[in-house]
């Protein structure tokens, strides 16, 4: 069984900042790509950014230049560093892993609970 487990969400003023955390946990043999996707009220779910083992990183153009993902493979955890928050960045925040529990078996996705992150204008 694997578990993503988020942190670091909260109520913010805009124009702030916020670091939020992902740590997986559980029967994992490897980890491909992890990221961050979004879900605003009354909206589907987006992605954010998203980084390879190797370090590559993707970001979608609302967040370029403001947010950073990062991650510490040895420590199965993905970041998202959210400076210059903006008030339509308000939204549930899940994390994402790419990853296998054995080496013959395929990969399968992962997705934490979520974790709400408010930026009051």
């Known amino acids: 069984q694997v578990q993503l487990v988020e942190s670091g969400g909260g109520l913010v003023q805009a124009g702030g900042s916020l670091r939020l955390s992902c740590v997986a946990s559980?029967?994992?043999?490897?980890?491909?790509?992890m990221g961050w996707y979004r879900q605003a009220p009354g909206k589907q779910r987006e992605l954010v950014a998203a980084v390879t083992s190797g370090g590559s990183t993707n970001y979608s153009d609302s967040v370029k230049g403001r947010f950073t993902i990062s991650r510490d493979n040895a420590k199965k955890t993905v970041y998202l560093q959210m400076n210059s928050l903006k008030p339509e960045d308000t939204a549930v925040y899940y994390c994402?892993?790419?990853?296998?529990?054995?080496?013959?078996?395929?990969?399968?996705?992962?997705w934490g609970q979520g974790t709400l992150v408010t930026v009051s204008s």
């Open positions: 994402n892993a790419d990853l296998r529990t054995s080496p013959f078996y395929g990969a399968l996705v992962a």
């Open positions: 559980g029967s994992i043999f490897s980890i491909n790509a």
